[in-house]
């Protein structure tokens, strides 16, 4: 991989503007949070391989320390960048309007960039659940974070296509929080009262092999559109008081991204040996190479759902466009 020259095409998009600003003597250590599954590759291989660090020696920078933490859901990321214990947070579509309202004239946490692209899957095992209408108060809909989660909101908006407008909250009373791995194991073994699962890639795709699972609706049928699956953010004193560190992370995720399109076969194993997941390798490539898995920077058709939490959430800034939400250097 060419890694010099992604650094410096990443960095000239859109951090040059930073290095007006006055010089900084900038981090040495830069703390980095993801979640689990698919949606997460590029940022295993950047810890694997250690990108970022490779890219900051070259921008100058010596040697950074990088470390790694893994969290369920947003809402834990999200505590964590504010209390100061991460730099950077994957997020989805939910998590950062959440953060970004939360923040905005203070410490203004914005998307930085997206990473793929990938449809969220709504998987029921009671058998008498054919719409959202089913479900019962026996029912269960295991979900990363009840109410902040990109699927507690896919949830709602479901729901209000179904029950109408303003019947949005309808089904929250059966949803209860549970990370993709413990959900998994519940829908497979029929543990507890969970019924559902709104989960993610590769958990949801594993569920659907088990007889008596099956997909209800995914994101796509709710939004009518690919939604991004995941949002990289950082605070604006990060992006400004380290201009060359939040560039090498950037670049070390554009050359993350240009693997696993270059050698799919490749980056799934890398996955399967990071993640230590069981999943056969061919199983795991049919889900690689479905085409509605995209691995991208580009951000786009977060619309939909930030308008939607904009009107029926109780936000302090109402934005209007994911635009708002996102530093300028982003691709959209």
């Known amino acids: ?24 003597t900038e981090a040495t250590q830069l703390r980095a949070a993801k979640q689990y599954g698919l949606g997460y590759v590029q940022l295993m291989i950047m810890e694997d391989m250690k990108l970022v660090e490779k890219g900051a020696k070259a921008a100058g920078l010596g040697d950074i320390e990088v470390t790694w933490n893994t969290f369920r859901s947003s809402d834990v990321m999200n505590d964590a960048l504010l209390s100061g214990n991460v730099d950077f947070v994957s997020l989805g579509i939910a998590g950062m309007m959440t953060i970004w309202d939360r923040t905005k ?6 998307g930085a960039t997206g990473f793929n692209s990938m449809p969220i899957a709504l998987n029921v095992r009671n058998p008498d659940v054919k719409s959202l209408k089913d479900f019962g108060d026996k029912d269960r809909i295991a979900m990363p974070a009840v109410g902040v989660s990109n699927q507690a909101i896919l949830l709602r908006m479901g729901a209000e ?35 559902a699962n709104f989960s993610s890639v590769p958990f949801q795709y594993r569920q659907q ?21 995941n949002i990289l953010a950082a605070t604006t004193k990060f992006r400004t008081e380290n201009p060359k560190l ?24 890398a996955y399967l040996r990071i993640s230590k997941d069981k999943m056969p390798l061919e199983e795991l490539m049919e ?30 800034n109402k934005p209007a466009s994911a635009k708002e939400l996102l530093f300028p250097e982003a691709e959209m």
């Open 105 to 110: 004239g203070s410490v203004d946490v914005r």
């Open 287 to 316: 889900i690689m190479n479905r085409p509605d898995i995209v691995f991208t920077t580009k951000l786009t058709g977060a619309d939909p759902m930030v308008l939607f939490m904009a009107r029926t959430g109780n936000f302090k």
């Open 246 to 269: 939040y560039g090498a992370f950037l670049a070390a995720l554009k050359e993350a991204t240009e693997m696993v399109n270059k050698d799919r076969k490749w980056a799934a194993e």
């Open 1 to 24: 991989m060419r890694q010099s020259h992604v650094f410096a095409s990443v960095f000239a998009a859109g951090i040059a503007v930073l290095n007006a600003t006055p010089a900084l």
């Open 209 to 229: 092999k088990e007889p008596g699972i099956r997909q209800l609706m995914t994101s796509t049928d709710i939004v009518g559109a690919p939604i991004p699956f």
């Open 161 to 195: 296509k179904e029950f109408g407008q303003g019947q949005h909250n309808k089904l929250d009373h059966l949803t209860i929080t549970m990370s993709h791995p413990d959900a998994t194991i519940a829908m497979l073994t029929a543990q507890k009262d969970v019924t």
